[in-house]
């Protein structure tokens, strides 16, 4: 596991990172002179109009994609520089992800899904399906625990991708528009969901162009054009029971 | 990730698309079967030839009238060569490296007894007779040199020709017809069974000269074994000059194409069934790889079909950390996993139709036996699982290099 090299760092920092993608000659910048810090225990919203750059953010931050200007820092360790495999270990190990369309294996039960992350890594089997097992009673669904995922409803399924995001306790969450397939009374379940991990000290960022789904966060990040606009760093929490 | 992971991942995929595998692997299944089965059977045969030829003694010459060429032998068959006679057989008995001579005349009749007709082959044959057949006479006698010198009318029947012409009663001293002439049955042989594919308890043998001379009118023999006590080759090589000598052939040079015979032994039958078998592996080898390769393409194919379908899925699995050499393994590990159970189910429907051929062959022909050999079953799971690897490679190839972020929103 990460080690924290120093408590007074951030977790994680881009320093004046850009993003250019060629596509048979086409030149498109994605991102341009971002800086950003992010600290342990924050909820951050990531905001913009579609083709705005947030994602692109977010699969750098979540080391699923490389930066071609600047540096990323990942606990004081330069990110910008790891190999394909180095990346791929500290997604399996640091991060968790949630993403709008869920993207359950159907045909897996849910303890399956939920224990895939750990499969890559060198757990134990029994430790393993422990901390599935946990994971999916955190999120509540223990009842549908050998179902298979595609007989789960839109709200239950994005439960599944949750206790997936979690089941290895990673040090960030992102979230890709997670609420984005949801209707509003299971988007705010899972915004309430997000903000209780949240404030169990998991760091979260989280994708979305709806205000509503922003309020929920503790920083709201916007950016137009590949960069940033506005950061609200004190912004007021709206509280999830206003949706119960 | 841990082997028995990658293992359980792999197998739980294949499952999930349980029909589609198994259909997969019906193209390996079948070519490796089917060579299985196929080299079995040649063995099997082989087998048969071999322990029948074995049967004939190694110590055997067989001489044949007309020259080894096949061509020549082939127009020469139309007009049935009549180079040998009983002078020839004379003249090899007399040959120090020759311990024994028996000549043979083949022909076909029906022997007619009080109304009874049965078509068999009648053999002319000497004393000497057991060379080539080694069966007693279960009642009676059988042809002496004297029947041979005086051209006795006399007969000795296979026990079957016995029992389809006589039925329970006693044939000695029975006169039966063959054409015009009558002969007295003076024995009957024991069961003897089948050999070289002809029913030797069907036939009925009389002396060669009585055959030649009073019934059919010839001069010649079809055919002449000679036991020697001698190396072989020297024996054949004493033949060979005594019978251009004796037939006036000029042939100084030792053409074998200019004789007007042509000495064998077992051991040239051994070696052209070695050669037939031979090739007979080589061809259905070819017929193997041909259809392990055509296999190979269908695995290939449906890896590259199932890579496209679960691009999702395999961005998924990137995303969460799975490495590329992680992705490559689960997909290389899963058209090994084709291709290695097609290759055993095929071995063991392979073995088990060889079983069950080896039955059916046996209700038929003595002799028959069963083989699979070892190596060709290591062999055969070795084959298929290399195909695995050949030709999973490059699906499993392009798996692993997709983009997680590509992948995942592939629609």
């Known amino acids: 596991m990460f080690q924290f090299v120093n408590n007074n760092m951030a977790l994680l920092e881009l320093r004046n990172v850009g993003k250019r993608y060629e596509n048979s000659g086409v030149v498109t910048q994605a991102l341009i002179g971002i800086d950003l810090k992010i600290e342990k225990g ?37 990110a910008s520089k790891l190999s394909n495999d180095e990346l791929a270990h500290l997604r399996r190990d640091q991060v968790g992800f949630i993403f709008q369309f869920f993207n359950l294996l159907a045909d897996c039960t849910v303890l399956e899904n939920v224990v895939l992350p750990l499969v890559y890594s060198e757990i134990s089997s029994i430790e393993r399906y422990k901390r599935a097992r946990a994971a999916i009673e955190a999120v509540g669904i223990t009842p549908r625990v050998d179902y298979l995922a595609s007989r789960l409803s839109g709200g239950e399924r994005q439960r599944v991708a949750i206790a997936r995001a979690i089941v290895n306790n990673p040090a960030v969450i992102f979230a890709d528009e997670p609420t984005g397939n949801l209707d509003t009374k299971t988007g705010a379940m899972v915004l309430n969901f997000l903000q209780e991990l949240n404030q169990k000290g998991h760091t979260v960022v989280m994708v979305t162009h709806e205000q509503e789904a922003a309020e929920f966060a503790s920083r709201i990040i916007r950016i137009r054009d590949g960069q940033i606009i506005s950061d609200n760093k004190d912004h007021h929490v709206r509280r999830g029971n206003f949706y119960k | 990730m841990l082997p028995q992971d990658l293992i359980k991942t792999s ?69 049935a060569p009549k180079t040998l006679t009983m002078d020839d057989v004379e003249a090899i008995k007399d040959l120090s490296s020759i311990v024994e001579v028996a000549p ?20 002319g044959t000497t004393p000497e007779n057991k060379l080539l057949f080694p069966a007693d006479v279960e009642t009676g006698r059988f042809i002496t040199k004297n029947d041979i010198d005086s051209l006795s009318q006399v007969a000795v029947l296979g026990s079957q020709l016995k029992e389809d012409l006589f039925g329970d009663q006693d ?96 051991e040239d039958a051994v070696a052209i069934v070695g050669t037939v078998s031979a090739v007979l592996a080589l061809l259905l080898s070819s017929i193997a790889a041909i259809s392990l390769l055509v296999g190979g393409i269908g695995i290939m194919n449906i890896m590259l079909v199932s890579v496209t379908e679960r691009t999702k899925e395999i961005g998924l699995r990137k995303a969460i950390g799975a490495t590329y050499s992680e992705i490559l393994r689960q997909f290389l590990l899963e058209s090994v996993m084709l291709t290695m159970t097609g290759g055993i189910v095929g071995v063991i429907s392979g073995v088990t139709l060889s079983y069950l051929a080896y039955l059916i062959a046996n209700t038929q022909l003595d002799g028959w036996v069963f083989v699979v050999s070892p190596s060709s079953i290591i062999l055969a799971v070795i084959v298929s699982t290399a195909v695995g690897i050949a030709f999973g490679i490059y699906p499993a190839r392009r798996a692993a290099r997709l983009d997680p972020i590509e992948a995942l929103r592939y629609e």
């Open chain 1, 42 to 78: 924050e909820f951050i919203a990531l905001m913009g109009p579609s083709g705005s750059g947030k994602s692109t953010l977010m699969h750098i931050l979540g080391f699923l994609d490389r930066l071609t200007e600047g540096e990323y820092f990942f606990n004081g360790r330069d």
């Open chain 2, 11 to 79: 197998f739980m995929s294949l499952r999930r698309k349980r029909s589609r595998s198994a259909l997969t692997m019906l193209g390996i299944i079948i070519g490796i079967g089917a060579v299985i089965l196929m080299l079995s059977i040649g063995k099997g045969a082989e087998g048969l030839i071999l322990s029948q030829v074995a049967e004939f003694g190694s110590d055997i010459i067989y001489i044949e009238p007309g020259s080894g060429d096949m061509e020549e032998q082939a127009s020469a068959e139309m007009t």
């Open chain 2, 104 to 123: 043979m005349l083949f022909s076909n009749h029906v022997i007619e007894w009080q109304g009874e007709e049965k078509r068999a082959q009648v053999v």
């Open chain 2, 171 to 266: 044939p000695l001293g029975q006169k039966i017809k063959i054409g015009s002439i009558k002969l007295e049955v003076i024995g009957v042989l024991e069961v003897q069974g089948t050999k070289f594919f002809q029913n030797l308890d069907a036939m009925s043998y009389v002396p060669i000269t009585t055959l030649q001379k009073k019934v059919l009118g010839v001069e010649y023999v079809n055919f002449i074994a000679a036991k020697t006590d001698q190396p072989l080759d020297w024996a054949k090589e004493d033949i060979r000059f005594l019978l251009r000598d004796e037939h006036n052939l000029d042939n100084p040079e030792g053409d074998l194409s200019k004789d007007d015979f042509f000495i064998s032994s077992q």
